[in-house]
T-cell receptor, first 113, second 116 residues
Framework: DAKTTQPPSMDCAEGRAANLPCNHS???????VYWYRQIHSQGPQYIIH???NNETNEMASLIITEDRKSSTLILPHATLRDTAVYYCIVRVANPQGAQKLVFGQGTRLTINP | EAGVAQSPRYKIIEKRQSVAFWCNPISGHATLYWYQQILGQGPKLLIQFQNNGVVDDSQLPKDRFSAERLKGVDSTLKIQPAKLEDSAVYLCASSLRRQGRVAEAFFGQGTRLTVV
C-alpha cells in the first residue's frame, strides 16, 4: 500500500505557483520520492523524482525536507493545462527485489482562470 | 519516440463474457506493468513483468485474470469471466530497468472496460 498522505484537492490561480504537499513520514533512507500526474482520460505522466536533495526540471521543482518526512512539488507558473490529479509516490520494493510504483488517491489540482 | 500503445481504447461486454487487452511497450523497455484504475481511485498494480518473467502478481485476481508477455515485448491481459466490478480503465506502462531504483514509467492511454 501507498505510504504517502496528500490533500484530496487544491485550487490555484492561473499564473501563480502551485505548491502540492506530501507527507511520507515512514520513508526509508534509500527510498525515492516520485511525482506523477494524470490529466483527465490519459495515463499518468512522470514529473520528477528525488532522494534527499531538491530537484528541478522543465516541468517542476521538488523540495524535500531535511528529515525526508515530507516534500512539496512546485509548479512555478501554473496554467490551465496543469489541472490534473497529482500523485506522490514512494518507491516500494517487493520481496524479489523488483521495484514497483504504488499510487495513492493523489491530489486533484484545479487551476482557475 | 513512440509511446506505449494499447488497444482497444474502449470495450463494453456483458458480465461472464471474456475480454483481452493488448499492450506494446516502448522499444527496449524491459519492465512492463498492468494497472487497474477504478473511477475516482489511483491506479492499482495488477502485475509486473521483467522481460517475459513475472516479478509481482500479488494483486492479480488469478481466478479470473491472466497475463502474459511473450518474447519479452508485447503483453496481453485477459479477464475470464468478467464481473461488474471489473469495470475500470486498464493501464499498461513500461520502463527501463535501472539498478537500485525505479526508473520513470511511461503509461499508455489505457483501455476503458465497461461490464454490463
Amino acid at each position: 500500500d501507498a505510504k504517502t498522505t496528500q490533500p484530496p484537492s487544491m485550487d490555484c490561480a492561473e499564473g501563480r505557483a502551485a505548491n502540492l504537499p506530501c507527507n511520507h513520514s515512514t520513508i526509508s533512507g534509500n527510498e525515492y520520492v516520485y511525482w506523477y500526474r494524470q490529466i483527465h482520460s490519459q495515463g499518468p505522466q512522470y514529473i520528477i523524482h528525488g532522494l534527499k536533495n531538491n530537484e528541478t526540471n522543465e516541468m517542476a521543482s521538488l523540495i524535500i525536507t531535511e528529515d525526508r518526512k515530507s516534500s512539496t512539488l512546485i509548479l512555478p507558473h501554473a496554467t490551465l493545462r496543469d489541472t490534473a490529479v497529482y500523485y506522490c509516490i514512494v518507491r516500494v520494493a517487493n520481496p524479489q527485489g523488483a521495484q514497483k510504483l504504488v499510487f495513492g488517491q493523489g491530489t486533484r489540482l484545479t487551476i482557475n482562470p | 519516440e513512440a509511446g506505449v500503445a494499447q488497444s482497444p481504447r474502449y470495450k463494453i461486454i456483458e458480465k461472464r463474457q471474456s475480454v483481452a487487452f493488448w499492450c506494446n511497450p516502448i522499444s527496449g523497455h524491459a519492465t512492463l506493468y498492468w494497472y487497474q484504475q477504478i473511477l475516482g481511485q489511483g491506479p492499482k498494480l495488477l502485475i509486473q513483468f521483467q522481460n517475459n518473467g513475472v516479478v509481482d502478481d500479488s494483486q492479480l485476481p488469478k481466478d479470473r485474470f491472466s497475463a502474459e508477455r511473450l518474447k519479452g515485448v508485447d503483453s496481453t491481459l485477459k479477464i475470464q469471466p468478467a464481473k461488474l466490478e471489473d469495470s475500470a480503465v486498464y493501464l499498461c506502462a513500461s520502463s527501463l530497468r535501472r539498478q537500485g531504483r525505479v526508473a520513470e514509467a511511461f503509461f499508455g492511454q489505457g483501455t476503458r472496460l465497461t461490464v454490463v
